[in-house]
């Protein structure tokens, strides 16, 4: 139990586009989602946290209108990445909390994005 | 989150117990002890996690030293599978967010 899935697994698009991230949980309901982001060789990066018919919270550095972020039920949450550059490109991962399993977090297995 | 310190590197051989450290001096009373791996292009995968006793699962068992300022994952056998970036989070104050360190590189040589 407790996978999250992520939509799509890579994408290559080109510069000035916005690209839709999709991140589900497919077995239970996701009271917290996370966005994060991985440069080649370096560590994850916190985005923003997101609950459920709430706006998100943005880590400090991150444009909340850059990478718009929708969590429209308890197990979807969306992440757009507007007017992308190639400097956003990266590896996004989601990752969701459940209130039963309040130590564990679920991490989608990434999209691999590639501006042109 | 408390500040962990972890090797950047560390290799075992295969089927041999693999014990990976983590320094937290810093970790309050109400800190857990979180670990995670991630495989090479893949997200993050939930290893364990204690507060004050040892605990053991199906991948793992976390020692935590009697002071709480370090811990140890422990593999007894590792496979080429484990071979991972392994990072020790200490989520503070009971919030949900995971900040990642660089954690261990683990190598595991057949």
């Known amino acids: 139990g407790a996978v999250v899935s992520q939509h799509p697994s890579r994408v290559i698009c080109k510069s000035g586009t916005s690209v839709k991230i999709e991140c589900r949980s497919l077995d239970f309901q996701a009271t917290t989602m996370f966005w994060y982001r991985q440069f080649p060789k370096q560590s994850l990066m916190l985005m923003a946290t997101?609950?459920?018919?709430?706006?998100?919270?943005?880590e400090q550095g991150v444009e909340k209108d850059k990478f718009l972020i929708n969590h429209a039920s308890l197990t979807l949450s969306t992440l757009t990445v507007t007017s992308a550059h190639p400097e956003d490109s990266s590896f996004y991962i989601c990752?969701?909390?459940?209130?039963?399993?309040?130590?564990?977090?679920?991490f989608g297995p990434g999209t691999r994005l590639t501006v042109l | 989150d408390a500040k962990t310190t972890q090797p950047n590197s560390m290799e075992s051989n295969e089927e041999e117990p693999v014990h990976l450290p983590c320094n937290h001096s810093t970790i309050s009373g109400t800190d857990y002890i979180h670990w995670y791996r991630q495989l090479p292009s893949q997200g993050p995968e939930y290893v364990i996690h204690g507060l004050t006793s040892n605990v053991n699962n199906r991948m793992a068992s976390l020692a935590i030293a009697e002071d709480r300022k370090s811990s140890t994952l422990i593999l007894h056998r590792a496979t080429l599978r484990d071979a991972a970036v392994y990072y020790c989070i200490l989520p503070q104050g009971g919030s949900e967010k995971l900040v990642f360190g660089k954690g261990t590189k683990l190598t595991v040589n057949p």
């Open positions: 997101s609950n459920e018919g709430s706006k998100a919270t943005y």
């Open positions: 990752s969701a909390g459940t209130s039963g399993r309040k130590n564990e977090q679920f």
